[in-house]
Structure formats: structure tokens, C-alpha cells
């Protein structure tokens, strides 16, 4: 499974970005796709998550700004981000989880930088 992201950008704060990440060479529909965010010196934190049937997770800091979704047929997930804060500028990782069974496989894409420009 490979994953490619796409969209990230330099953007003023109060502006909007979407993100897109499809899974490519994967034999099913993963369990779970999702965002993660980084900055230097600091731990990967969770922005989003969303199931196979669209049960979604958020961050507190993006509750309200961001929206996730994903297309099954496509294996790609998207992430709306509006009213963007200079807080959120960061790597942006696209991520999927496949369970077989008890086990869980789970692949991280290379990516994006989000630059959000006060």
C-alpha cells in the first residue's frame, strides 16, 4: 500500500486548504484513513480520523474548522481545513489502517507541508 498526499501550500490565516491522500496498490478499503499533523522538536498529534462508515474523529484544535471524508471506491481521504490559524502549520501525514483479524497494518504517507501565514 502507498499513500500520496497532495494539497498542502503556503495560505494566509482565515484562508482554506483542502488535502487529498489516496491509497494506491491496496487490495481493499481501509478501516481507517486520517490525518496527522508535526512540528519540529514535537510528537505526531492526531488532526483526524475517519472509519469505512464515516465515523469521524477530531482534534479539539480543529473541531468546528477542519471536516474529513473519504471516498471508498477512490481509497482517498480529504481534509477540509477552513479559518486556518498559524497554529496550524505544520507536516500533514496522511494515514491508513487495515485490520486482518487481530492484527492492524497501518501505513503512513511522505508528507505535506501546510504554512499558514499570519
Known amino acids: 500500500v502507498q499513500l500520496q498526499a497532495s494539497g498542502g501550500g503556503l495560505v494566509q490565516a482565515g484562508r482554506s486548504l483542502r488535502l487529498s491522500c489516496t491509497a494506491s496498490r491496496s487490495p481493499f478499503s481501509s478501516d481507517v484513513m486520517g490525518w496527522y499533523r508535526q512540528t519540529p522538536g514535537k510528537q505526531r498529534e492526531l488532526v483526524a480520523t475517519v472509519t469505512r462508515s464515516d465515523t469521524t474523529n477530531y482534534a479539539d484544535s480543529v473541531k468546528g474548522r477542519f471536516t474529513i471524508s473519504r471516498d471508498n471506491a477512490e481509497n482517498t481521504v480529504y481534509l477540509q481545513m477552513n479559518n486556518l490559524k498559524s497554529e496550524d502549520t505544520a507536516v500533514y501525514y496522511c494515514?491508513?489502517?487495515?485490520?486482518?483479524?487481530?492484527?492492524?497494518?497501518?501505513?503512513w504517507g511522505q508528507g505535506t507541508q501546510v504554512t499558514v501565514s499570519s
Open positions: 494515514y491508513a489502517a487495515y485490520r486482518l483479524g487481530l492484527r492492524e497494518y497501518d501505513y
